[in-house]
C-alpha cells in the first residue's frame, strides 16, 4: 500500500517540478523513486507483522543408557565365529546442540528460521566372549557393516594382565578403572548415533579364537603365501587412490576399518594362525611367448591413463607411460592385474618383517597371451600350429619347435642359442639403486635376468629377506638340451644364484622352487629310456641353500558314490585321516599310475616299477625320500653312468609338506614351498607325525 501511495505523491511531485532527465520526464522519474521507497516500508510492514519460526530437531527425554544386561553369559568361542555383545560399561549419551538462522529478506526485515538440531554420541565397552582372542574382523551395526574410518574404538583381546581403557580411566581415576582381565571387548568412544536413530544400534563381531593345538590347522601353519602376486598397488601399507578432482575411487582401501588391504590381510591371518612364522611373497611379471627365443619378460600395466595419489606407479625404473599393458579377456577387463609398483613392494617387505614374520621372495612369471593370438605354437611339428595356449602355465616355455616335435631343436646349439635370449644379458652392475628405488641402466633388454636380479636388489634396498627363489617351475626350459647331456638353462640357473647371493649376501636363503614333476630327474620322452637327473648339479651349488619343491601331488583318488577302488578298499571318505596319510607315500606317484585319462576314468592303475635295476623310487615322484636318500645314476642305453653323491643325510625334514631340505647350518631348516589343499583341515593335518621312508 505504502508502494502505491508513495509512487502516486512522487509522479505528482515529478510533475510539479516539469522538464526531464535524458528524455525521461520528471514525473516519471518521481514515481519510480517514490515506489522503491514505497516497497522498502511495505516490507517493514509485514515482516513486523509475520511472527519468526523455529524449528525444533528430536530430542532424548532420558541420556542415561540402560541396554546392559546384568549376569549375561560369557560366551566361549572356538575358531572363528559371529557374535553379539553385552554392554559392560557406559557413559551417558553426549548430547550436541546445533542452532542455524536463515531468512530476514532485504535488509534483514523478513521473517527468520531458526532450527535446532540434537546430535548424540555415547562411550561405551562391549564385552565380546571370554579371553584371550586373537583378534576380530568385521563389525556389523543393526546387520550392516559398519564403517570404522570415522569411529575412534580398540579392541582388548582378554589376556589376564591387560591394562584398563585410557578413557574408561579418564572417567573413573586412576586406580579405580576395571580392566576386565580375561574378557574380551570392544571400547566405543564417542560413537555418533544419528544414522542409528539416535540409539546405539545392535552390533555383532567376527571374533578370531583360534584352537592352537599340534594337531589342528590353526596350531600346525607356519607359512603360508601371499597372493595374488598382481595388482599395482595391492602391496602398499598407504592408501592409493585412482582419478582426479571429485572423481576418485581407492586402489587398495577396501574393508570397513578404512586400512590398507595388506594391513587387514596380515592382522587376520595372524589372527587366524597365531603360530605364523614365514610369509612368501609373490610378486610377477609377465612372459609374452611360449616360444623361450620370442618371449620377453616384462613388468605391467592395465592401462596407461590411470592417475594415482599420493604416489605413481613405477617397477624397474619403468613408469606408466611407457610400461607393457596387459591384455584385455573376452570380457574386456584387464587378463591380470598390474605389477605391484616398486614401492608397495619396499612396504610389504618392511611390514611382515615388522610383524616379526620372515620373507621369502617369490618371482613370479605370468604368461600374458589371451585368445585368438596368431603366434606359432612350439608345441607342434616345426612350430607349423598357429595361436598358443590361453595364458597358459609358464611351464609351457620351451625351446621352438620342442622337444618330440619334427624340427625340433633340443639337443642343438639353436636350443642354447632361444635360451640366451630367454635369459638375457642383464648383469648385477646394470642397476642403479637410489634409497629404496632401483632402476635399470642396461639398455634394450627384456630377459629373466633382468627381472630377477631387479628384486635381488629390490629386496636388499628393503632391509634383506630371508629366502629368495631364483625361479619357479620352469620345466620347458630347465629340460631343454643343447648336446645330448647338457641342459644350459641349468647352467644359467648356477650362475643367476650367485649373482643373487652376491646381492643378498649369506644371511639369505636361495633356491629354485621345481615343480613337483621336475624336482628329481629328466626323462625323455623319446622312446630312449634314458633318464637324467638334470638339476642335481643345481641342487649341489654352493649358492643354493636348500631344495625348493611346488607339490601338487595328490592326497586321493576318491570319487563319487561307492564303487570306487578306494571306498571298495575300505576307506570311509576322503576326510578320513589315516585315508590322507597313506596316499604320502603311497597311492598315485607312488604305487601306481594313470597311462591315459581313459585309464584315469576307469581306474586303470599301472604299478610303478623298475625293471632294470629295481630302483623304483626313481620313477615315483611321492618318493622324496628315496630320492634323497640314494645314489643318483644318469641312465643311457639302459647303462648306469655317472655317481653323483648325495651329500650329507637327510637331517631336516618339513613336516607340514613332507619334503626334505637341506640345513646348512648358518642359515637353519627351509622348507619347500610344497601347497596342500584342505578338507576340513585334514588335508593339512596328514603329513602331521609321517615318518618318511
Avoid at 220 to 234: N, S, W
Avoid at 299 to 307: C, D, F
Avoid at 438 to 447: E, P
Avoid at 600 to 623: N, Y
Amino acid at each position: 500500500m505504502a508502494s502505491i501511495l508513495l509512487a502516486s505523491a512522487g509522479a505528482a511531485i515529478g510533475g510539479s517540478i516539469g522538464g526531464s532527465v535524458l528524455g525521461v520526464s520528471a514525473a516519471t522519474i518521481g514515481g519510480a523513486v517514490g515506489s522503491f521507497a514505497g516497497s522498502v516500508i511495505d516490507s517493514w510492514i509485514i515482516s513486523s507483522l509475520a511472527p519468526g519460526q523455529r524449528i525444533e530437531g528430536q530430542r532424548l527425554d532420558n541420556l542415561q543408557i540402560t541396554t546392559s544386561t546384568e549376569g549375561a553369559v560369557i560366551p566361549r568361542v572356538y575358531g572363528r565365529m559371529r557374535i553379539g555383545g553385552n554392554i559392560i560399561w557406559a557413559t551417558d549419551f553426549n548430547e550436541t546442540v546445533s542452532t542455524t538462522t536463515q531468512g530476514g529478506g532485504k535488509g534483514g526485515g523478513g521473517p527468520k528460521v531458526t532450527t535446532t538440531a540434537y546430535f548424540y554420541s555415547a562411550s561405551f565397552a562391549v564385552a565380546l566372549c571370554e579371553g584371550p582372542i586373537t583378534g576380530i574382523g568385521r563389525i556389523w551395526a543393526d546387520g550392516k557393516p559398519l564403517d570404522l574410518s570415522s569411529v575412534t574404538w580398540r579392541l582388548y583381546k582378554g589376556g589376564e594382565v591387560q591394562s584398563p581403557d585410557p578413557f574408561i580411566e579418564a572417567r573413573m581415576g586412576t586406580g579405580s578403572a576395571p580392566a576386565y582381565c580375561g574378557t574380551a571387548y570392544v571400547m566405543f568412544e564417542e560413537l555418533p548415533l544419528e544414522q542409528f536413530g539416535n540409539r546405539i544400534p545392535q552390533l555383532s563381531f567376527e571374533v578370531f579364537r583360534p584352537i592352537v593345538e599340534p594337531d589342528t590347522a590353526e596350531g600346525m601353519v607356519r607359512a603360508v603365501t601371499l597372493i595374488p602376486g598382481t595388482g599395482e598397488f595391492i602391496y602398499s601399507t598407504q592408501a592409493i587412490s585412482r582419478g582426479t578432482g571429485g572423481n576418485t575411487a581407492s586402489e587398495n582401501v577396501h574393508s570397513t576399518t578404512a586400512e590398507p588391504d595388506i594391513i587387514v590381510a596380515l592382522d587376520q591371518l595372524q589372527a587366524a594362525a597365531p603360530n605364523l612364522e614365514s610369509i612368501s611373497l609373490v610378486v610377477s611379471w609377465f612372459g609374452i611367448d611360449l616360444r623361450a627365443g620370442n618371449c620377453q619378460v616384462k613388468p605391467g600395466i592395465e592401462n596407461t591413463v590411470k592417475v594415482t595419489t599420493p604416489k605413481s606407479w613405477a617397477v624397474n625404473g619403468v613408469t606408466r607411460g611407457n610400461a607393457y599393458v596387459i591384455s584385455l579377456d573376452t570380457g574386456g577387463r584387464s587378463a591380470y592385474g598390474g605389477t605391484p609398483a616398486d614401492f608397495t613392494v619396499v612396504q610389504a617387505i618392511q611390514e611382515i618383517k615388522a610383524r616379526g614374520l620372515r620373507v621369502t621372495f617369490y618371482p613370479f612369471l605370468l604368461m600374458d597371451i589371451p585368445a585368438g593370438n596368431t603366434l606359432p605354437d612350439p608345441w607342434s611339428d616345426n612350430t607349423a600350429v598357429i595361436g598358443q595356449d590361453t595364458y597358459p602355465w609358464r611351464g609351457r616355455i620351451t625351446c621352438s619347435p620342442a622337444a618330440g616335435y619334427a624340427g625340433t631343436v633340443d639337443k642343438n646349439a639353436a636350443a642354447a642359442t632361444q635360451v640366451s635370449a630367454f635369459l638375457g644379458n642383464a648383469q648385477v652392475a646394470d642397476f642403479a639403486v637410489s634409497g629404496e628405488a632401483v632402476s635399470w641402466t642396461g639398455g634394450s633388454d627384456w630377459g629373466f635376468r633382468r627381472m630377477i636380479l631387479h628384486y635381488a636388489h629390490l629386496c636388499a634396498a628393503a632391509g634383506g629377506v630371508d629366502t629368495f627363489l631364483i625361479g619357479s617351475e620352469l620345466r620347458g626350459l630347465t629340460t631343454i638340451r643343447d648336446t645330448a647331456t647338457n641342459y644350459p638353462v641349468v647352467t644359467a640357473l648356477k650362475q643367476l644364484a650367485a649373482d643373487v647371493a652376491g646381492i643378498l649376501g649369506v644371511r639369505t636363503g636361495i633356491s629354485y622352487a621345481a615343480d613337483w614333476s621336475e624336482y628329481f630327474g629328466h626323462q625323455p620322452n623319446d622312446g630312449s629310456g634314458d633318464l637324467f637327473y638334470h638339476l642335481d648339479p643345481l641342487w649341489a651349488d654352493p649358492n643354493i641353500h636348500f631344495i625348493g619343491i611346488d607339490n601338487y601331488l595328490p592326497l586321493s583318488d576318491w570319487r563319487d558314490g561307492a564303487e570306487h577302488l578306494d571306498a571298495q578298499a575300505g576307506w570311509a571318505s576322503i576326510r578320513d585321516l589315516d585315508y590322507l596319510r597313506s596316499n604320502i607315500e603311497g597311492g598315485e606317484g607312488f604305487d601306481w599310475f594313470y597311462a591315459s585319462d581313459a585309464d584315469r576314468a576307469a581306474q586303470v592303475r599301472t604299478p610303478i616299477s623298475d625293471g632294470l635295476f629295481g630302483e623304483d623310487w626313481i620313477f615315483r615322484p611321492k618318493d622324496i625320500f628315496g630320492w634323497w636318500s640314494n645314489r643318483h645314476h644318469d641312465r643311457q642305453a639302459d647303462m648306469m653312468k655317472n655317481a653323483i653323491p648325495n651329500g650329507n643325510t637327510p637331517s631336516a625334514w618339513s613336516a607340514t609338506t613332507a619334503t626334505v631340505a637341506a640345513s646348512p647350518e648358518t642359515l637353519g631348516p627351509y622348507a619347500s614351498a610344497a601347497r596342500v589343499a584342505a578338507i576340513d583341515g585334514n588335508r593339512l593335518r596328514a603329513p602331521t607325525g609321517f615318518k618318511p621312508g
